[in-house]
């Protein structure tokens, strides 16, 4: 007798939206440099020559900013649904990769209402909560828990995807 095939319900990858490209920031960067030295230039003629120096270090700390709001961005939480189980997987670059394997009967999506930018949205199982999706919008994670929930339910009475 040969095995049926395993019924997803559901298979989302979640990340987050760039805010730059490697372009764009080339371009940021190169105009946050020429104003930062034509400003230094300026007040080194007249006189305020450590002014110079801050402002080199503001275009450092700029550059550092964006360095770590594009490390922010390098993470992906991968959902999915199956006939059994809901699993979660998150990577982050830097950091060890999360798991979770959470029993379809027993796992519940909750999110606060109203939902504001600072709601979470969580699967809970048992005592534990996973918060998934912190870097989406309200409306997102809105209509991400209404698929969520619309897939655990189609895979506890076993419906066709």
């Known amino acids: 007798m040969a095995d049926t095939p395993e019924i997803i319900y559901l298979d989302e990858a979640l990340r987050p939206n760039a805010s730059l490209g490697p372009r764009a920031f080339m371009i940021v960067m190169t105009l946050v440099g020429l104003f930062s030295f034509a400003g230094g230039v300026l007040y080194l003629t007249l006189g305020a020559w450590p002014v110079f120096g801050f402002f080199g270090l503001d275009m450092l700390a700029i550059w550092f900013a964006f360095k770590l709001s ?92």
């Open 70 to 161: 594009f490390r922010a961005q390098e993470q992906v939480t991968y959902i999915r649904v199956d006939g059994d189980y809901l699993r979660l997987w998150h990577q982050q670059r830097g950091k060890e990769d999360k798991t979770a394997d959470l029993p379809i009967a027993f796992v519940r999506v909750e999110l606060e209402t109203p939902t504001t930018p600072h709601t979470h949205l969580h699967i809970a199982y048992t005592n534990k909560a996973y918060v998934i999706g912190r870097f989406l919008t309200p409306e997102q994670r809105t209509r991400l828990a209404k698929r969520l929930r619309a897939a655990i339910h189609r895979a506890r009475i076993k419906a066709p995807a």
